[in-house]
């Protein structure tokens, strides 16, 4: 008898441990990470595959020699994942500095990076960096020189710096001639600057007192006079009513061009660009409009134009106007651009247009 309850006792404690190992077995299933986080954690802990947009690449920022690089100098690129898993992005070292990220892509296709700049560039010059991802793509940084560079006109003194399109590779004025400051806005009217009539001198026809974004007035008077020499005998803006609507007549092709031309206006080793400069500007802006042209690295502005009949201001906050060196035949090339276009075209040198000095 004594023996029968020991067998029952046995056969009840049996049945509680399989039910109390069941019910722990079913927690376990529960706890299970689906498939697609198995598949997802596995995919992270490998390597990710794809391969580099050449043509998202985009440098941030201005680099300037013996200057910290900040928060503000990056490089964006575009990459095209075909395998999800982490990344680790880092250039060569170029004058003194590099870019680098590293992190991990949960899924693939197309998709856009930041990676921030770290060190101080050494010197000035052009630096050619390399990324693998998949394929290998290179891109340039201009380091530019950080002393700044004054220029007197309009009875006072300005001071202007460099700064690059890391694109074209050319190095530029980092605002318009006579504006107190360089761009924080497409109408920035502290940015405008001065109305030059082509091929003239700063002797302060192209002065312009700027009281806000879509109102200016001229410094001096105007006359209906031209001038027959380079150095006209006066500092007034020649509104020009007959052909060939220049404010110097006979006309001289040779007035600006190049660093020794004849009334080059911008400091020592600056020029006034070529329109072929202005064409390749244009062609590295996002869009062509005003949105494009305040987005690059030189952040043009929509100062407008001083008109030749009337000596009058049109267009301060809707368009900008800018010379080039280039003449055309009685007329100039200029770089224009709205919240619609932005091109290069001919007009009449008597127009008092924007300049902005280009690095020679």
Same mark, same amino acid.
């Given at each position: 008898?004594?023996?029968?309850?020991?067998?029952?006792?046995?056969l009840?404690?049996?049945?509680?441990?399989?039910?109390?190992?069941s019910?722990?077995q079913? /927690?376990v299933?529960?706890?299970q990470?689906? !498939? /697609?986080?198995?598949?997802?954690?596995a995919?992270?802990?490998?390597?990710?595959a794809?391969?580099?947009?050449a043509?998202?690449t985009?440098?941030n920022g201005?680099?300037?020699?013996g200057v910290a690089?900040?928060?503000s100098? &990056?490089?964006?690129?575009?990459v095209t994942?075909?395998?999800?898993?982490?990344?680790d992005?880092?250039?060569?070292?170029v004058?003194?500095?590099?870019? &680098?990220?590293?992190?991990?892509?949960?899924?693939?296709?197309t998709q856009?990076?930041?990676?921030?700049?770290t060190g101080t560039?050494?010197?000035?010059?052009?630096?050619?960096?390399t990324?693998?991802f998949?394929?290998? @793509?290179?891109?340039?940084v201009?380091?530019?020189?950080?002393?700044p560079?004054?220029? &007197?006109?309009c009875?006072?003194s300005?001071?202007?710096? =460099?700064?690059?399109n890391?694109?074209?590779?050319k190095?530029?004025?980092d605002?318009?001639?006579g504006?107190? +400051?360089?761009?924080? &806005?497409?109408n920035d009217?502290?940015a405008?600057?001065?109305?030059y +009539?082509?091929?003239?001198?700063?002797?302060?026809?192209?002065c312009?007192t700027w009281?806000?974004?879509?109102?200016?007035?001229?410094v001096?008077?105007?006359?209906?006079?031209p001038?027959?020499?380079?150095?006209?005998?006066? #500092?007034?803006?020649?509104? #020009?009513?007959?052909?060939?609507w220049?404010?110097r007549?006979?006309?001289?092709?040779?007035?600006?061009?190049?660093?020794?031309?004849?009334?080059?206006?911008? !400091?020592?080793?600056?020029?006034?660009?070529?329109?072929? =400069?202005?064409?390749?500007e244009?062609?590295?802006?996002?869009?062509?409009?005003?949105?494009?042209?305040?987005?690059?690295?030189l952040k043009?502005?929509t100062?407008?134009?001083?008109?030749?009949?009337?000596?009058?201001i049109y267009?301060?906050g809707? /368009?900008?106007?800018?010379?080039?060196? @280039?003449?055309s #035949?009685?007329k100039a090339t200029?770089?224009m651009?709205?919240?619609?276009?932005?091109? @290069?075209?001919?007009?009449?040198?008597?127009?008092?247009?924007?300049?902005?000095?280009?690095?020679?």
């Amino acid at each position: 008898m004594r023996t029968k309850k020991l067998l029952n006792l046995s056969l009840i404690f049996a049945v509680i441990v399989t039910i109390l190992l069941s019910g722990c077995q079913k /927690e376990v299933d529960h706890v299970q990470p689906s !498939p /697609e986080k198995v598949q997802l954690n596995a995919g992270l802990k490998s390597t990710a595959a794809g391969s580099i947009v050449a043509t998202g690449t985009i440098v941030n920022g201005d680099y300037r020699a013996g200057v910290a690089l900040t928060a503000s100098n &990056s490089l964006t690129i575009k990459v095209t994942v075909t395998a999800i898993g982490t990344y680790d992005f880092t250039t060569n070292t170029v004058n003194g500095y590099y870019f &680098s990220k590293s992190g991990s892509f949960t899924t693939t296709g197309t998709q856009t990076l930041t990676l921030p700049a770290t060190g101080t560039p050494l010197a000035t010059g052009v630096g050619t960096f390399t990324i693998t991802f998949g394929t290998t @793509t290179s891109f340039t940084v201009v380091a530019v020189s950080n002393l700044p560079i004054t220029l &007197s006109s309009c009875n006072a003194s300005y001071t202007y710096y =460099e700064v690059a399109n890391h694109k074209t590779q050319k190095v530029w004025l980092d605002r318009n001639l006579g504006a107190s +400051q360089a761009a924080v &806005s497409a109408n920035d009217y502290h940015a405008y600057g001065s109305f030059y +009539q082509w091929g003239r001198l700063a002797d302060n026809h192209q002065c312009i007192t700027w009281a806000s974004s879509v109102f200016g007035t001229s410094v001096n008077g105007v006359t209906t006079t031209p001038s027959a020499s380079n150095t006209p005998a006066n #500092s007034l803006f020649v509104r #020009s009513m007959a052909s060939p609507w220049d404010w110097r007549v006979p006309q001289n092709n040779s007035l600006w061009q190049g660093v020794s031309g004849i009334n080059n206006p911008c !400091p020592a080793g600056f020029r006034v660009p070529t329109s072929a =400069e202005f064409t390749a500007e244009i062609a590295t802006w996002a869009t062509k409009n005003t949105a494009g042209a305040f987005g690059s690295s030189l952040k043009w502005v929509t100062a407008g134009y001083r008109d030749f009949p009337d000596g009058q201001i049109y267009g301060p906050g809707s /368009e900008g106007d800018y010379w080039s060196s @280039t003449a055309s #035949s009685t007329k100039a090339t200029i770089m224009m651009f709205s919240s619609s276009l932005g091109y @290069t075209a001919d007009d009449y040198r008597a127009a008092g247009f924007s300049v902005r000095c280009i690095k020679n």
